[in-house]
């Protein structure tokens, strides 16, 4: 077994992800992960950063896909025995353009967004070893969103006392209701993404109050970020930063040191703990 560390960037074959495994290349003192759920795209990114004199290795990783969730998770636990740094960065978002139904929006965005980034919480936290770094890639449109919501579900969601499963629930009933033609009667705002991110910003939350309680002492850190507007497929060109850029502040989590005890359980944008 390697005692090398290791870091895992999910969805790194292009966009924000590819520009922190290339980060992360040369700055994390171990061994840096480029993941892809298309192994093609996967290797023709590695071999990108390689023109570049990086190194970064490949796994196969499709978020939506718990047995290729948990080959990553029995690879690592093999190889390394555990992980030390975790970027949940894959996501997805339909164009404003797009015509597919609600409803259909409702269920693939949050079905990747919330529920594939869940899976892979599940399966790889209880590998993190101590010191180790989680980031989940939010947005600050899961705040516009949260403002969005009814008094009575911005009540839930800034809970601390929320749990996952009731998390869970909110989110497997807004897909629902999407169905119904009654989310925005039951309180939801009008967008699919933002409703997922509430998820994302909410299951960190939920996740780092939990390894205060379960696991003290072992120093590990995990927040929540978003990573500004950035030129990628996903927020086309006119957005305002590059990816490098939309980089940083994930970057800036995955490699907070040692000596850090914060931020943990937040929500960043721009290097700086936002309100919930
Ligand atoms: P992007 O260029 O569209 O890249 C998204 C990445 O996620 C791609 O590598 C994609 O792989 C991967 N992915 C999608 N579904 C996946 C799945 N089921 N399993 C594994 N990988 C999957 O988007 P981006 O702008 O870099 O976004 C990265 C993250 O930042 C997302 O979580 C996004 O919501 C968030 N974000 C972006 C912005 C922005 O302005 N760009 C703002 C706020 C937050 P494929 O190539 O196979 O599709």
């Known amino acids: 077994m390697s005692n090398v560390p290791v870091a895992v960037v999910t969805g790194s074959n292009k966009g924000i992800g590819l520009a922190i495994v290339r980060a992360l290349c040369k700055q994390f003192p171990g061994d840096v992960y480029l993941t892809s759920r298309d192994p093609g795209r996967?290797?023709?990114?590695?071999?990108?950063?390689?023109?570049?004199?990086?190194?970064?290795?490949?796994?196969?990783?499709?978020?939506?896909?718990?047995?290729?969730?948990?080959?990553?998770?029995?690879?690592?636990?093999?190889?390394?025995?555990?992980?030390?740094?975790?970027?949940?960065?894959?996501?997805?978002?339909?164009?404003?353009?797009d015509t597919t139904p609600f409803a259909i929006q409702a269920e693939v965005t949050l079905k990747t967004n919330f529920f594939g980034t869940r899976n892979v919480c599940t399966e790889l936290l209880p590998l993190m070893k101590p010191y180790g770094?989680?980031?989940?890639?939010?947005?600050?449109?899961?705040?516009s969103a949260l403002g969005g919501c009814s008094q009575e579900l911005q009540q839930k969601f800034?809970?601390?006392?929320?749990?996952?499963?009731?998390?869970?629930?909110?989110?497997?009933?807004?897909?629902?209701?999407?169905?119904?033609?009654?989310?925005?009667?039951?309180?939801?705002?009008?967008?699919?993404?933002?409703?997922?991110?509430?998820?994302?910003?909410?299951?960190?939350?939920?996740?780092?109050?939990?390894?205060?309680?379960?696991?003290?002492?072992?120093?590990?850190?995990?927040?929540?970020?978003?990573?500004?507007?950035?030129?990628?497929?996903?927020?086309g060109?006119?957005?305002?930063?590059?990816?490098?850029?939309?980089?940083?502040?994930?970057?800036?989590l995955a490699l907070l040191p040692s000596t850090a005890d914060a931020p943990h359980g937040q929500f960043v944008s721009n290097k700086t703990v936002k309100p919930w």
């Not at 969730?69 to 636990?77: E, G, S």
């Not at 060109?237 to 800036?252: C, F, I, M, R």
């Open 42 to 97: 996967g290797q023709a990114a590695v071999a990108q950063l390689q023109q570049e004199g990086l190194r970064p290795l490949f796994h196969q990783l499709d978020i939506d896909d718990l047995q290729s969730i948990r080959a990553l998770r029995d690879f690592l636990k093999e190889k390394y025995g555990g992980l030390n740094v975790l970027v949940n960065n894959a996501g997805i978002a339909f164009k404003v353009q």
């Open 133 to 143: 770094r989680v980031v989940n890639v939010s947005s600050m449109v899961s705040s």
């Open 158 to 235: 800034r809970s601390d006392a929320i749990t996952e499963e009731e998390l869970v629930q909110l989110m497997t009933k807004f897909v629902e209701d999407t169905k119904k033609g009654i989310h925005q009667k039951e309180g939801w705002p009008n967008t699919a993404y933002g409703v997922s991110k509430i998820g994302v910003t909410v299951l960190s939350r939920i996740q780092a109050r939990l390894l205060n309680e379960q696991r003290k002492g072992e120093h590990i850190l995990l927040n929540a970020c978003c990573p500004g507007w950035v030129r990628t497929d996903m927020a």
């Open 237 to 252: 060109p006119k957005a305002t930063k590059s990816p490098e850029e939309g980089a940083e502040t994930p970057v800036y």
